[in-house]
């Protein structure tokens, strides 16, 4: 490129900068001016200065139509009662609703002494390889609480031990051992009385005995009362009712010094239903409440509140294998004799076939899980005023009402039971029994 055309090319750029420019700042001016003239405009100009044809079609107002209300309001003055009974249904779903969704959201935590260790003291009385028992101690110790188990030997201590909780402890009391039970209870008074130093540096503080848990062996045998020999019976009320009174006789003086709760937890189902072939537990459990209510009215006098929780089942794969509170697993028909086989069998049979399928009493059933008991429990212990009676576990609240206002022919139907004839049933089971003493005989010669 020659130097001419390198000049003419200079020229033309400091041109084009030029009209750039000048294009640039009439640009500028033009929008400045169409922006003074609008401006001008709307303060100058009527706020309704489009015509009528041109303007946008308002929206349409959203108002309840006059004939709609009229007829509402005509319905509700010839409905009142049905009206104010509804209202009244809404309400109290409300508040229930809103109750239930506040306590479900309720942190509980046990208290905590000044220096933040612990210092609530709770007492489990039951077998200590109870899911129900395991369960609850290891719920308590996570909320803060410090969680003794009853032990009468050392086999039940070392599974307390084996647990491997710090706050998790066995407490040795062997009631059939008078002087050595009032020695235990001695030493435990003593832990709760003397100042406590949780680690090096804390302040003492004292242990308070916030309450105690009682709850029996929940495993019944089933059968005619003529397969249950009194032994039976014996081994049941000693070790669910006699030992649990005691216990409770123990602890009855540091339970009126520190105002401690009771907490009594029985199977509610077979005691609501009282079916046949469930002897032992209907007579157990009805032994448990009748003491219960004995107790309540006693403690009631010194201001010690007792509460009652009737269970019903209860999901416990995640403490072991799956087990629940009540199991029509009972002796083996064919282990009775065969007169009584012939008279109870088939029934028998039936209930526990139709307990099966209906999810009772059987451990193929599937329960509530075991977090409504545990907060259940935690509730009882530290509301202000709790509930005389708990229903707690599915199936509780069902067949308390279907035991207490259905007839019990209409639920024996229900549960299978029928009717045998006495002479039908007696006639061939001699020659059977004669037979089976015959068979004995040939055997022993």
Avoid at 79 to 95: E, K, Q, S
Avoid at 269 to 284: D, G, M, R, W, Y
């Amino acid at each position: 490129m020659t130097a001419d055309d390198q000049h003419f090319l200079d020229v033309l750029s400091e041109y084009s900068q030029d009209i750039r420019k000048f294009t640039g700042n009439i640009f500028d001016a033009s929008d400045r001016h169409f922006q003074s003239v609008a401006g001008y405009i709307k303060r100058s100009v009527p706020k309704g200065w489009l015509p009528e044809h041109a303007r946008p079609p308002p929206p349409p107002p959203r108002v309840v139509s006059g004939a709609y209300l009229h007829r509402l309001q005509d319905w509700v003055s010839r409905n009142r009662a049905l009206t104010a009974a509804l209202v009244a249904f809404l309400a109290t779903g409300g508040v229930l609703l809103w109750r239930e969704r506040n306590k479900s959201r309720k942190k509980r935590r046990a208290r905590r002494a000044s220096n933040g260790a612990r210092k609530e003291v709770i007492v489990l009385a039951g077998p200590p390889n109870s899911p129900i028992i395991k369960s609850l101690s290891l719920d308590l110790e996570r909320r803060g609480f410090i969680v003794y188990i009853v032990c009468s030997d050392m086999e039940e201590e070392q599974l307390v031990h084996g647990e491997s909780r710090a706050d998790v402890r066995p407490l040795h009391l062997d009631v059939a051992d008078v002087l050595g039970t009032q020695e235990a209870m001695e030493r435990f008074n003593d832990l709760l009385l003397k100042p406590h130093v949780a680690f090096s540096g804390a302040s003492p503080h004292n242990l308070h005995f916030r309450g105690l848990v009682l709850v029996p062996d929940l495993i019944y045998p089933s059968g005619p009362v003529e397969t249950i020999g009194p032994e039976m019976y014996s081994d049941a009320l000693n070790a669910k009712v006699l030992n649990t009174i005691a216990v409770t006789q123990a602890f009855l003086p540091t339970i009126c010094e520190f105002k401690a709760r009771v907490l009594m937890c029985t199977p509610s189902i077979v005691a609501s239903l009282q079916p046949p072939f469930h002897s032992v537990e209907t007579a157990v459990v009805s032994a448990l409440e009748g003491f219960t209510a004995s107790l309540r009215g006693e403690l009631g006098t010194l201001g010690i509140d007792v509460c009652q929780f009737k269970l019903g089942t209860f999901e416990c794969s995640r403490i072991g294998s799956r087990q629940h509170l009540q199991t029509t697993a009972g002796p083996n028909t064919m282990a009775w004799p065969a007169t009584t086989r012939k008279l109870y069998a088939s029934n028998f049979v039936n209930q526990s076939r139709i307990a099966q399928n209906r999810g009772l009493l059987t451990a193929n059933s599937t329960g509530s899980s075991l977090r409504v008991l545990h907060d259940a429990v935690f509730d009882a212990l530290t509301q202000r005023r709790p509930r005389r009676v708990w229903r707690v576990g599915r199936g509780s609240v069902t067949y308390d009402i279907v035991g207490n206002w259905i007839p019990a022919g209409l639920v024996g139907w229900m549960m299978g039971v029928k009717r045998v004839s006495l002479e039908e049933a007696t006639a061939e089971p001699q020659l059977e029994d004669a037979a089976q003493s015959w068979e004995k005989i040939e055997q022993v010669v």
